[in-house]
Antibody, heavy 117, light 107 residues
Framework: QLQLEESGGGVVQPGRALRVSCTGSIFRTYGMHWVRQAPGKGLEWVAVISYDAKQKYYADSVKGRFSISRDNSKNTVYLQMNNLRPDDTAVYYC????????????WGRGILVTVSS | DVQMTQSPSTLSASVGDRVTITCRASQSVSSWLAWYQQKPGTAPKVLIYKASNLESGVPSRFSGSGFETEFTLTISNLQPGDFATYYCQQYNLFPLTFGGGTRVEIK
């Protein structure tokens, strides 16, 4: 059964960096996404990486600061977050897409990242 | 970017009611639209994909319709477990975008 588990969250000061990870099973042939949700707010798509890591796209709000990568040998996708801001505070979910269709048919449980001094 | 606008933002209903949520796109997304249900403290769950296709395992009281810029999610015979927040999402273009959400609460 497919499982996705995020790790690496926590509290970080503004301007600092943090890397969150998502480990799962059987996602090597799928695109993987990060979606975030600020406390009490709606969903915001953050980034996607194709199954072969050749294509990556980002939301404008994180472009130039966040970087998505994956290691299929470890069944893991990463989100490197640099120059963090307080408005990056959110639960970060990793999610698997349906291949050619970029909707999310399986999600991790999410991990909280808090940016605060 | 494609802006997704949901209405209403909150909806009060009773068990057994039929409810409809609307999602409008700022430009055509063809049929590349999904609907999700989210309950507090949990990850979203996909209900509908490609505007009207029911995800496997989702009860048939959920249905979706629409094309290009106007879409609806209908829940027939509302059940206690359906009180949640619902989001639409377009996947026609990057960046992928969500609607602001519709909270379905108990009247």
């Amino acid at each position: 059964q497919l499982q996705l588990e995020e790790s690496g969250g926590g509290v970080v000061q503004p301007g600092r960096a943090l890397r969150v990870s998502c480990t799962g099973s059987i996602f090597r042939t799928y695109g993987m996404h990060w979606v975030r949700q600020a406390p009490g707010k709606g969903l915001e798509w953050v980034a996607v990486i194709s199954y072969d890591a050749k294509q990556k796209y980002y939301a404008d709000s994180v472009k130039g600061r966040f970087s998505i990568s994956r290691d299929n040998s470890k069944n893991t996708v990463y989100l490197q977050m640099n120059n963090l801001r307080p408005d990056d505070t959110a639960v970060y979910y990793c999610a698997k897409d349906r291949g050619a269709d970029h909707y999310f048919d399986f999600w991790g449980r999410g991990i909280l990242v808090t940016v605060s001094s | 970017d494609v802006q997704m606008t949901q209405s209403p933002s909150t909806l009060s209903a009773s068990v057994g009611d039929r409810v409809t949520i609307t999602c409008r796109a700022s430009q055509s997304v063809s049929s590349w639209l999904a609907w999700y249900q989210q309950k507090p403290g949990t990850a979203p769950k996909v209900l509908i994909y490609k505007a009207s296709n029911l995800e496997s395992g989702v009860p048939s009281r959920f249905s979706g319709s629409g094309f290009e810029t106007e879409f609806t999610l209908t829940i027939s015979n509302l059940q206690p477990g359906d009180f949640a927040t619902y989001y639409c999402q377009q996947y026609n273009l990057f960046p992928l975008t969500f609607g602001g959400g519709t909270r379905v609460e108990i009247k």
